[in-house]
Antibody, heavy 123, light 106 residues
Framework: EVQLVQSGAEVKRPGESLMISCEGS????????INWVRQMPGKGLEWMGR????????DYSPSFEGHVTISADKSISTTYLQWTSLKAPDTAMYYC????????????????WGQGTMVTVSS | EIVMTQSPATLSVSPGERATLSCRAS??????LAWYQQKPGQAPRLLIY???TRATGIPARFSGSGFGTDFTLTISSLQSDDFAVYYC?????????FGGGTKVEI
């Protein structure tokens, strides 16, 4: 079974750093791009960026570039989303997601989702 | 960046009724559109890709249509399990953009 499993909920203070993770299983880890999506409380979905685990090439939404860093360790099939200095507006649920579909659907269509990691930033 | 606009924001329907959700792109995206369902406390679930192809395991009461800039998701006969928020998403160009969502409620 193809699945993405994310790290647990985090509570941080403004200014702190944080790295959350997303571990893939059931597929070849360097074959599929991993994407990150933000959902602020009560709001919609926002695509943040993606990484190709094969070569760690990244692509960010302009809204998030410079604010977060996406990285990967293909040896352990894990992708990371990192902040160096959290702010209160970073409070959100973060999902990792990928296009798998057995190869049937176009890149950018997300059929596999992690369970989400809730990040709360509060003083 | 493409802007995706969904309407209505909230749709009130009764079980057994037909629901029609709209999604409009600010520029031409061919058939590069997906629809997702999200229930409270859950990750989104892919329903439709390529504007009209149902994803694996999605019931036939869900159908998608449209091309270019205007798209529709139709739920032919709403069941209690279908009350949720629905998002469209363009996958035509990067950065990918989601619509703001339509909440389908009783």
């Amino acid at each position: 079974e193809v699945q993405l499993v994310q790290s647990g909920a985090e509570v941080k203070r403004p200014g702190e750093s944080l790295m959350i993770s997303c571990e893939g299983s059931g597929y070849s880890s360097d074959t599929y791009w991993i994407n990150w999506v933000r959902q602020m409380p009560g709001k919609g979905l926002e695509w943040m960026g993606r990484i190709n685990p094969r070569d760690s090439y990244t692509d960010y939404s302009p809204s998030f570039e410079g604010h977060v860093t996406i990285s990967a360790d293909k040896s352990i099939s894990t992708t990371y989303l990192q902040w160096t200095s959290l702010k209160a507006p970073d409070t959100a649920m973060y999902y990792c997601t990928m296009t798998h579909c057995g190869g049937a659907c176009p890149l950018g269509t997300f059929d596999i989702w992690g369970q989400g990691t809730m990040v709360t930033v509060s003083s | 960046e493409i802007v995706m606009t969904q309407s209505p924001a909230t749709l009130s329907v009764s079980p057994g009724e037909r629901a029609t959700l709209s999604c409009r792109a600010s520029q031409f995206i061919s058939s590069n559109l997906a629809w997702y369902q999200q229930k409270p406390g859950q990750a989104p679930r892919l329903l439709i890709y390529g504007a009209s192809t149902r994803a694996t395991g999605i019931p036939a009461r869900f159908s998608g249509s449209g091309f270019g800039t205007d798209f529709t998701l139709t739920i032919s006969s709403l069941q209690s399990d279908d009350f949720a928020v629905y998002y469209c998403q363009e996958c035509n160009s990067w950065p990918l953009v989601f619509g703001g969502g339509t909440k389908v409620e009783i």
